[in-house]
């Protein structure tokens, strides 16, 4: 007996923007069957190249041996969709551009802030309109639809955009459901809080090992505290109760002598110690009742002159002698 037919075995798409995310989706896509018939990069500024990221692009459309077409001059008419994956501020000139000629009967862009309603040049000329946010973090293009696998992808628009986007989904063994207009704000920032935000915290974490002068195997070390301490959290009922730490556990002199180090060695990162800090202790007293020395710590991170070393002489005192 034949295997059965890829799970999107007929569906005819193009796409708009070859940078990562548009490659991973039009790849998954054509691994589970559909057919990538043209390839467009976003209208550059006036008097520039006709699209930006032509040689990317380029070489995109030759490996599917596809055309590479001016998005100016792009028609999709009679095909299944248009996946449309170009910057947030690109999209509505972009949908207006499009709708000057007849394009295919769903057009998805891939925006986590966008709402449909930014394609509605193109619902005016026949196509139902929608999102379909990847939440996953793309630093470079990866063809392996397994790695689609258990990703959520955020809906939006109209009926028949809706229907697409979860037949995608299945298709790509993922899990999808709307979110709307009014929701996609926020729900884009929570995003970037878990994906961005966290690798932002790693890197700072990083910058001062390297900065103080700790040794390379400390790295490993990190790597794995880090990876221990986000699976423990995810694992709890309510991730503030996996937040440890001095902040956490209000011992203000160990907090204050470590920031004071850090002051001398890497002060850049100060500012961002701090905010992290006073987060520790709002998420921890979400959860129970702060007791004397949270509640201290929280009044002195509050303190407008905890950074200035001229003022604030707690934060040079030298380190107790160990004994």
Known sequence: MSPPPPALDGLRFSLI????????????????????LQVAGRPGPAGSEPCTGASRLAAFAERHAVPAVDTRRLSTAGEDLLLIAVPDGA???????????PQARVALHVSGVAPAAVLAPLRAAGSAIGGFHPLR????????????????FALDGDLPALALGRRLAA?????????????????????????????????????????CGLPAEVRQGLDR?????????????DPAAGITGPAARGDQETFLHELAQLLRSAPEAAPVVVALARES?????????????????????ARTDLLDLTKDRVLTSSPKPQG
Do not use: K, N
């Not at 999209?91 to 000629?101: F, I, N, Q």
């Not at 973090?137 to 959520?152: M, R, Y």
């Not at 505290?225 to 009922?237: E, I, K």
């Not at 202790?281 to 991170?301: G, N, V």
């Open 91 to 101: 999209l509505a000139g972009l949908a207006a551009t499009l709708a000057a000629r």
């Open 171 to 211: 298709a790509l063994d993922a899990t999808a459901a709307p979110v709307g207009e009014a929701q996609r704000p926020l729900y884009h920032l929570v995003a970037t809080l878990m994906a961005g935000a966290v690798a932002t915290v790693v890197s700072t974490a990083m910058e001062i090992s390297a900065r």
């Open 281 to 301: 202790l709002r998420q921890r007293a979400r959860i129970s009742a702060p007791d004397p020395p949270r509640i201290a710590l929280a009044e002195r991170l």
């Open 225 to 237: 505290l880090a990876t221990d301490a986000l699976a423990g959290a995810l694992a709890r009922p």
């Open 17 to 36: 923007g070859a940078g990562a995310v548009g490659q991973s989706l039009a790849d998954w896509i054509a691994t589970r069957g559909g057919r990538l």
């Open 137 to 152: 973090a793309f630093p470079a293009p990866t063809s392996d639809v397994a790695e689609a696998a258990g990703i959520f």
